[in-house]
């Protein structure tokens, strides 16, 4: 009964999050109603038993993400609202409707009860062997999950060489000076 | 009445905010607010991801999402650094702006 | 000795690729002279390797150089017997010599080591057809030679007739060789194998009458193309726009004479079939006759001896056709030496007159041209058929085959006879218009000797003429025990026995030569006036043998002007409209289709986003749906 109570607020948080993120004018509130979202999934990790992911969701989502949001949004410009008309024809229609679609497909397969594809747990599956904490973690992720693990590692390097290039951008100095010239 | 929060509903929800992330992109011109979008469906998969572990009883769920946050993690960096980029040069966040290579 | 023999083939080849690079550093003689050598080396290292043959030790080798294609029997492989052996000592020998006449008539010609990398090539690529030991490295050294022909046709580039010459010249050739192909093929197919060795020693069991036939005459068609044998002779006539050193070399002494020799070479294939031979042997007089008239009437001095080329080509058919093929090669010998004279000759005189090759316009040159005068009469005399000189020889020993056969073949005695009585005549009617009589030189000519280089050719080459017949008499057949190892597996037809029949056939064919020289003699011998007359006296008949029965024309109108409408119309009816509609209208489609498509492409991000969405959406919708 609790798991249900929590689930439809955290739900319902999630969902308003979402919503504010997709119709605020102001990016600022955009990443607000993100915030919110991240906390809610972060409260239903934790309700399935996924307290790692859950801390480190809001630890690098809700810290570090959204911050290097949060200082883009600035650096760009926070006065700056979106014009919210639409410029491409039939593009929200088209959006609404495909959004629609989706979520009918889901809300007829709940309503008529087809999950075959997701498997109900078990009364027998031990809870515990779900219990994500560190250490039930770390087993896998460092003997079975070593490659990708690795990976990742090459990713984030790569990242941030990326990024150091992208900064230390500057414009050749023939195409500055066609600017100049106005050509 | 007795409702025992399943693993579908948690799947259900998380199909409905990815729908949301989807609209987000198609309806906004704004590169940051697109991006949250993207964090917005990213979360999605991962809610997904969870409850899928949960239902098969095992960690592989959750290890996946620790993947995927590492990945989004570097394209944030990434995705940002090209949107000042781009801001330096043209004063403006819009994607609708970067259409020269219209046919 | 025998491991060596790639060496004969190898020396010209060399000197050729030598002087393609380096010619035009050494310089003009220079590059004449090495030419030259390397040929004359071929022909020394060919004489040794040939001792074994003289003294009968032999029966000929086969030496493989390389497997090029070994499941069909082809490889690289120099059959050395007799007759290769008697091929390649002409070849090099009267080669060796045009070469070094060569040098002194290119004189002064800009592209003078060009020339002579030609010549070089030739010889190599006819060393190749003689020496083969199967029928592809054959085929190949016969394309060859064609390409130096076609090349050394059209040397003088500049000249539209000249040009026009080489390309006839190679189509004409085309023909004959896609017939030689077929037969090929067959051979193939019958024996699958082109190896000599392979063919001809399983013959007897394997070949039908049928198909010897069919091949027999394939390969007539192909030897009829490259020795210019009715209908395909055309070429030849025109060819003479080339140099006058390959005029004597490739189209009288070596090249001409491939047909000759492949016949030759496959005689156990004709010898199986009833008809192949007699046919071989009436194209081949029908061709004497036929192109000893047209010489007739011919004005151009080079053109005479062109018609009469390839009339002597004809005698050889008529040997070969008859089984007797000693006779045929004998005669391809004594041919080789005299025609290469008189071409020499021709070309002496034409050197000395200033490029004049009109005979009427000639007359009294023996004072100025001594040699060449001597020379040239030594060339007539044999060509002509009278004793003792080589023509005799070889030309009575054809009568005297084509007399023993019987039946049919007597009518083909009877034509060959004729045809040496005009024979005679017309050479007579050359000598007496350009070295007798009074000069109706065009003003501004002064004849001259020729130099030495060029004289020094003429005088062996008459020496050859002389004596050259005197291999194979009836008295002492020393060719025919030569060669005797190379027709083991034929059987030959020999002139009839007897010193009696000797005498009779011997004395109506000197009588026919004596007779037409007397008569040309005592016709031409006159002012020009008189013999005007006489030639007006045949009216027309003079005409269209002067114009070679028109036969050009014929082929214009029947066979090349519809090549060419056809040509056309595939040019113009067809690929036009079609092929290049086809490939313009893709293209056309594909551009119109693009501007209709370029409107997708809005540079929108967020609108291939919402196609992408669309997309993702159906299928997994339809996912779902399958599974529901």
């Known amino acids: 009964m609790v798991e249900l109570v929590v689930f439809v607020l955290m739900g319902g948080g999630a969902l308003a999050g979402g919503v504010t993120v997709i119709k605020a004018r102001n990016p600022v509130y955009s990443a607000m109603g993100l915030l919110g ?5 972060a409260v239903l990790y934790v309700m399935q038993l996924a307290h790692f992911v859950a801390a480190v969701q809001v630890i690098v989502y809700a810290g570090a993400v959204l911050t290097l949001f949060l200082f883009v949004i600035m650096m760009v410009g926070v006065d700056k609202e979106e014009d919210v ?14 959004g629609l679609i989706a979520i009918g497909i889901v809300v007829s397969l709940v309503a008529r009860g087809r999950f075959a594809w997701v498997p109900v747990a078990s009364a027998a599956a031990d809870p515990q062997a779900t219990n994500g904490t560190v250490q039930a973690l770390a087993e896998p992720m460092f003997t079975d999950w070593v490659l990708a693990f690795e990976a990742t590692a090459l990713l984030l390097t790569i990242a941030a060489a990326g990024t150091i290039a992208l900064a230390s951008f500057r414009r050749p100095v023939a195409d500055t000076a066609a600017e100049r010239t106005g050509v | 009445m007795s409702l025992v929060v399943t693993s579908g509903w948690y799947m259900t929800l998380a199909a409905v905010l990815f729908a949301l992330g989807a609209l987000g992109i198609l309806i906004r011109r704004n590169a940051l607010v697109m991006f949250m979008c993207i964090e917005l469906m990213l979360n999605a998969v991962n809610l997904t991801f969870v409850a899928a572990g949960r239902a098969l009883g095992n960690l592989d769920g959750q290890l996946a999402v620790f993947f995927v946050l590492v990945v989004a993690a570097a394209e944030v960096v990434v995705g940002l650094a090209i949107i000042v980029a781009i801001f330096r040069r043209r004063q403006s966040a819009s994607v609708d702006e970067l259409s020269e ?3 | 000795m025998s491991q060596f023999l790639w060496i004969i083939i190898a020396l010209p080849l060399a000197s050729a690729v030598f002087l393609h690079f380096a010619g035009r550093r050494i310089g003009e003689p220079r590059a004449g002279y090495l030419a030259t050598l390397s040929v004359a080396g071929s022909f020394a290292l060919a004489l040794g390797a040939a001792l074994p043959f003289f003294q009968g030790e032999s029966h000929g080798v086969t030496v493989n150089i390389w497997e090029w294609m070994p499941a069909i029997g082809a490889a690289l492989e120099i059959n050395w017997d007799p007759l290769a052996a008697l091929m390649t ?11 070094l006449y060569a040098i002194g008539y290119m004189h002064g010609e800009a592209r003078f080591t060009r020339f002579f990398v030609y010549l070089n090539l030739f010889v190599a690529s006819m060393l190749t057809l003689v020496l083969a030991g199967n029928f592809a490295m054959l085929f190949m050294g016969w394309e060859l030679v064609g390409l130096c022909s076609f090349l050394l046709i059209s040397f003088w580039s500049t000249r539209p007739s000249a040009n026009a010459a080489g390309k006839k010249a190679f189509v004409v050739n085309r023909i004959g060789d896609f017939g030689f192909l077929v037969g090929l093929m067959l051979i193939f197919a019958t024996f699958s194998t082109l190896s000599y060795a392979g063919i001809f020693e399983r013959a007897e069991e394997v070949l039908s009458p049928g198909m010897a036939t069919a091949i027999g005459l394939l390969i007539l068609i192909g030897a009829a193309g490259k020795s210019a044998q009715i209908p395909l002779y055309v070429w030849l006539p025109d060819a003479m726009e080339g140099p006058t050193p390959v005029s004597a070399l490739i189209h009288a002494a070596t090249m001409v004479t491939a047909g000759v020799y492949v016949i030759a070479r496959s005689a156990v294939i004709f010898e199986i079939s009833p008809i192949a031979g007699p046919i071989v042997a009436t194209v081949g007089a029908a061709t004497a006759l036929w192109a000893a008239t047209i010489a007739l009437a011919q004005k151009d001095i080079k053109r005479v001896l062109a018609y009469s080329t390839i009339s002597q080509l004809g005698y050889m058919f008529l040997a070969v056709g008859a089984a007797g093929h000693v006779a045929g ?10 025609k290469a004279l008189l071409f020499l000759g021709a070309g002496s005189v034409i050197h000395g007159m200033a490029d004049e090759q009109n005979m009427e316009k000639m ?15 030594i060339g007539t005399i044999a060509i002509s058929g009278i004793p003792p000189l080589a023509g005799f020889w070889s030309k009575d020993e054809i009568l005297g085959v084509a007399f023993s056969r019987g039946g049919w073949f007597w009518v083909l005695w009877i034509v060959g006879l004729v045809t040496a009585l005009i024979t005679a005549f ?26 030495r280089t060029m004289t020094l050719p003429l005088i062996a080459l008459a020496g050859l003429s002389i004596v050259g017949g005197l291999l194979n008499t009836p008295f002492r057949t020393a060719l025919e025990h030569f060669l005797e190892p190379s027709f083991e597996l034929v059987a030959l037809t020999h002139p009839p026995e007897g010193l009696g029949m000797f005498v009779l056939l011997a004395g109506l064919s000197t009588l026919a030569g004596l007779a037409g020289a007397g008569a040309a003699f005592l016709t031409y011998n006159r002012p020009a006036e008189l013999w005007g007359r006489f030639e007006a006296a045949f009216g027309r008949t003079w005409t269209l043998w002067s114009e070679g029965y028109r036969v050009d024309d014929l082929y214009w109108a029947t066979l090349v002007k519809p090549g060419l409408r056809a040509a056309e119309a595939a040019a113009f009816r067809f690929d036009t409209p079609i092929i290049d509609g086809a490939v313009n209208g893709a293209g056309r489609l594909v551009r119109a289709a693009a501007s209709k498509g370029r409107g997708l492409q809005t540079g929108m991000v967020r609108s291939y986003g919402a196609l992408f969405a669309a997309g993702t959406v159906a299928v997994i919708g339809w996912i779902i749906w399958r599974g529901a």
């Open chain 1, 37 to 41: 979202t991240l906390f809610a999934i």
């Open chain 2, 101 to 103: 290579l219209a046919g």
């Open chain 3, 89 to 99: 000592l002409i070849i090099t020998g009267v080669g060796a010599l045009i070469h």
């Open chain 3, 329 to 338: 090669v004998f005669h391809l010998m004594t041919h080789a030496f005299f």
């Open chain 3, 363 to 377: 007359g009294g040159l023996r004072k100025a041209m001594p040699i060449t005068a001597v020379t040239m009469l």
């Open chain 1, 85 to 98: 008309r639409e410029t491409i024809p039939h593009q929200r229609r088209l959006a609404l409707a495909l």
């Open chain 3, 426 to 451: 017309y050479m007579t009617r050359q000598f007496v218009l350009v070295f007798l009589g009074e000069p109706r030189w065009t003003e501004g000519v002064h004849p001259h000797e020729s130099p």
